[in-house]
C-alpha cells in the first residue's frame, strides 16, 4: 500500500513538473512573440495616452462636454450613428448629434433642436472640437473661442 502511494505521489509529481515547464515554455514563447506583454508592461500611468480609443469613449467625452456645456438644459441628446465615424486621414472621430434645449436652465419655454459636431483624437478620450448651431441661426462656437472667450482672448 505505502509502495502504491509512493507511485502515486512520483507520478502526481512528475506530471506537475511536466504541466509547469510546458506552461513556463508557451509562456516566454508567446512573450518572446510579443503576443503575451508581461504584466508590468500592460500597466500603463494614467498621465499616458491610450494607444486608440473607441467610438465608446470618444461618445462618452463628448457627451460629457455636452453636459457641461449645456447643463440642464439638454431636455434630448441623441449620436447620429450613421454620420459618425473615425476619419483615419484626420485621425479622428469625429461625432455628430442632434439635441433638444431649453431657452433657460429653469427648462421652461419650448426646446429648439441643435446640432454638434464633436472631434475627437483616436489616441485621447479629449475633446479636440465641439461645434453646436440651430438650425435657424447658424452661430456656432468652438472649443478653442469658449477657452478664449468671448472676443477672442
Not at 504541466?19 to 510579443?34: D, T
Not at 479629449?126 to 472649443?143: D, K, L, W
Amino acid at each position: 500500500m505505502a509502495k502504491q502511494q509512493r507511485r502515486f505521489g512520483l507520478k502526481f509529481a512528475f506530471v506537475s513538473f511536466a504541466g509547469l515547464a510546458l506552461s513556463l515554455a508557451v509562456g516566454l514563447g508567446l512573450y518572446l512573440f510579443g503576443v503575451f506583454p508581461l504584466m508590468a508592461d500592460a500597466t500603463a500611468s494614467s498621465a499616458d495616452p491610450y494607444r486608440h480609443i473607441s467610438l465608446s469613449d470618444a461618445d462618452r467625452a463628448c457627451y460629457q462636454h455636452a453636459y457641461a456645456e449645456f447643463g440642464e438644459r439638454i431636455w434630448v441628446l441623441t449620436l447620429d450613428r450613421r454620420s459618425s465615424r473615425l476619419d483615419p486621414s484626420d485621425q479622428l472621430f469625429k461625432l455628430f448629434y442632434e439635441v433638444d434645449l431649453f431657452p433657460r436652465r429653469d427648462r421652461k419655454g419650448q426646446a429648439t433642436r441643435h446640432y454638434i459636431n464633436c472631434f475627437t483624437a483616436v489616441n485621447r478620450a479629449v475633446v479636440q472640437s465641439f461645434q453646436y448651431a440651430s438650425e435657424g441661426e447658424g452661430v456656432y462656437r468652438t472649443v478653442d473661442q469658449a477657452e478664449r472667450g468671448l472676443f477672442g482672448l
